[in-house]
Structures are given as structure tokens and as C-alpha cells.
């Protein structure tokens, strides 16, 4: 497993509806536009192929741009959600389709007091999408790049080191006011491996194995009053089951 990440859902179904894919696989309409102007742009009068201000003005030569757009996985959300929002009174709630999707798919809407992190004070929304992953390397979170429109949900950026906490939770700073419906399939967040080595992307219902360590995990983080020996103890127990 030493080259491997995978993805696991114990909510049947997830894996082949909505599974967390390749970014390079997610097709965002404006980048369609973008490559349809590129090529109308090199047939132009004011191409001019001598001219590398002009050969290389037009974004889709952008390489900073394009290349994020295909690095690590993109995690999208399983089910739909009704979001109410008032920004103005920091109100906030939900709706689920199914009562029982909270049972493993949970949902948290709340207000961060402003403990000195600047913009924290937002509105903020936790969606436990009920992925675990188990890798032998951290990852990068970070909110789509380049997503199409202004999505009313921002994940914020992060650490994921699934060696303490494998499961794969959204939360995202809310950007919207009134009803808004979040659909199923909408890409949340992406996490990019923090590796230069070839990952394999494996993605799955649970095993009986993955149930286990799951089960497993939550106790040990609850068995002791401090984390630092939690976390100790866990990164160990995760390398027995995981890797």
C-alpha cells in the first residue's frame, strides 16, 4: 500500500454515485469556453507567432492555472442539502432529504466566535461527508480554485494527516443569503497529496476491515483526557490496520 490512497464510504451507494475522483476529471463550463477562445485566438489577425507577448497573453497558456485544476482529488457532496441563510442575523440552518443521512452524513451549521483568525467569524458549515482515506501521506486542503460562478460554500484550507483523523470533513465558510440548494455531485473541496511520488487512487464502499479501525478510532480518541497521548496512540493503532 505504500503507493496507494484510498477513499472509503460506509454509506452504500456513495462510492458509485458520487465517488471522489482525479481533479483532472471534473469539467468546470468555463474552462470549456476558455480553450473554445484560445482557438479562435491563435487564428486571429493579432496572433502573431513571432511575438511572445502576444503568444503567451491569453490564460489558457497559463500554466499555474491549468496545472491546479488536474492536482490530487476532488470530494463532492453525496446528497442534496437546503441551506437557509441569513448573513445580516448569523442565522443559519439545514435540510436533509432523508432523516437517517445524518446518521452517518452529518451536518453542522454554526458562527465561530473571532478568536483572532481573521474572517472567522463567518458563517460556517461542517458536512461530514462519510469518506475515510487511508495513505501513507498528508494532504493539502484547499477550496476549488476555479470553480464555476461563486460557489455559496468556501472550504477553508487545511492539513489532512489521516494518521490522527482519516475522516474527510468539509468545512467551508457560507457566502450566501436565503434559500440555497446544494446538489448532489457538487464539487466541495480538493486535496492535493503532499508527495512527488505517482499515487494510486482506490475508492470504495468499507470493508469489514475499514469498519473496524473506524470503530476502533473512535474510542482511542476518546479514551484519555490528553490528546497528545491520543494521538500517539492512534498514529500507532493506524499503522497496524492501515498501511
Avoid at 84 to 111: G, N
Avoid at 122 to 134: F, S
Avoid at 202 to 218: F, P
Wanted: with cysteine.
Amino acid at each position: 500500500m505504500k503507493n496507494d490512497i484510498v477513499f472509503f464510504n460506509s454509506m452504500p451507494g456513495v462510492a458509485t454515485a458520487y465517488p471522489i475522483v482525479k481533479a483532472g476529471e471534473i469539467n468546470f463550463k468555463w474552462v470549456d469556453k476558455v480553450r473554445a477562445s484560445y482557438k479562435h485566438y491563435i487564428k486571429s489577425p493579432q496572433f502573431n507567432e513571432e511575438s511572445n507577448v502576444n503568444k503567451h497573453s491569453h490564460v489558457r497558456r497559463c500554466p499555474g492555472i491549468f496545472e491546479i485544476l488536474e492536482a490530487g482529488y476532488i470530494v463532492r457532496l453525496p446528497y442534496d442539502i437546503k441551506v437557509y441563510a441569513d448573513r445580516e442575523k448569523q442565522k443559519l440552518h439545514h435540510t436533509l432529504p432523508q432523516p437517517a443521512f445524518a446518521q452517518v452524513l452529518d451536518v453542522d451549521t454554526m458562527v465561530h466566535p473571532n478568536n483572532g483568525i481573521p474572517g472567522i467569524e463567518k458563517l460556517n458549515v461542517k458536512i461530514a461527508t462519510g469518506w475515510e482515506v487511508l495513505s501513507p501521506v498528508k494532504f493539502l486542503i484547499i477550496p476549488i480554485p476555479y470553480p464555476d460562478g461563486e460557489p455559496p460554500i468556501e472550504s477553508s484550507i487545511g492539513i489532512l494527516d489521516p494518521s490522527f483523523s482519516s475522516e474527510i470533513n468539509v468545512q467551508g465558510w457560507w457566502n450566501a443569503d436565503g434559500e440555497v440548494l446544494l446538489p448532489a455531485g457538487m464539487p466541495l473541496m480538493q486535496l492535493i497529496p503532499l508527495t512527488e511520488k505517482n499515487m494510486n487512487l482506490i475508492c470504495r464502499e468499507a470493508t469489514v476491515s475499514d469498519i473496524r479501525w473506524c470503530n476502533a478510532k473512535k474510542y482511542l480518541q476518546q479514551h484519555t483526557f490528553s490528546s497528545p497521548i491520543a494521538k500517539k496512540v492512534i498514529q500507532k493503532v493506524y499503522q497496524q490496520f492501515c498501511l
